[in-house]
Nanobody, 119 residues
Framework: QVQLVESGGGSVQAGGSLRLSCSAS????????MGWFRQAPGKEREMVAR??????TRYADSVKGRFTISKDNKNNLYLQMNTLKSDDSAMYYC??????????????WGQGTQVTVSS
């Protein structure tokens, strides 16, 4: 199993930046896919960004050009968030998993870290 612990959330004014971190431990060699998701109150959880082991990335349209996902050689995951908007306010979750039928199957989830952007 993979254990994920997020950190780095907080409160920031619109236009500011935050960097989220996700510390991964356990059976990380099976985590071909790692990603960031978010969920705001009353809204469905949405993918923010995801990365495959090979390095390919995918972003939600709403964060393209503002957010950057990265990973270090210890499988720790990061999300650099710039030019934050109030719409970015949400609980952010780190997730990891393998590939199933060519798509990421996120089986492990962190407890989340809150991001609040004030306008």
């Amino acid at each position: 199993q993979v254990q994920l612990v997020e950190s780095g959330g907080g409160s920031v004014q619109a236009g500011g930046s935050l960097r989220l971190s996700c510390s991964a431990s356990g059976n990380t060699y099976s985590s071909v896919c790692m990603g960031w998701f978010r969920q705001a109150p009353g809204k469905e959880r949405e993918m923010v960004a995801r990365m495959l082991n090979a390095g390919s990335t995918r972003y939600a349209d709403s964060v393209k050009g503002r957010f950057t996902i990265s990973k270090d050689n210890k499988n720790n995951l990061y999300l650099q968030m710039n030019t934050l908007k109030s719409d970015d306010s949400a609980m952010y979750y780190c997730a990891a998993g393998g590939l199933r039928y060519g798509s990421c199957d996120f089986a492990a989830w962190g407890q989340g870290t809150q991001v609040t952007v004030s306008s």
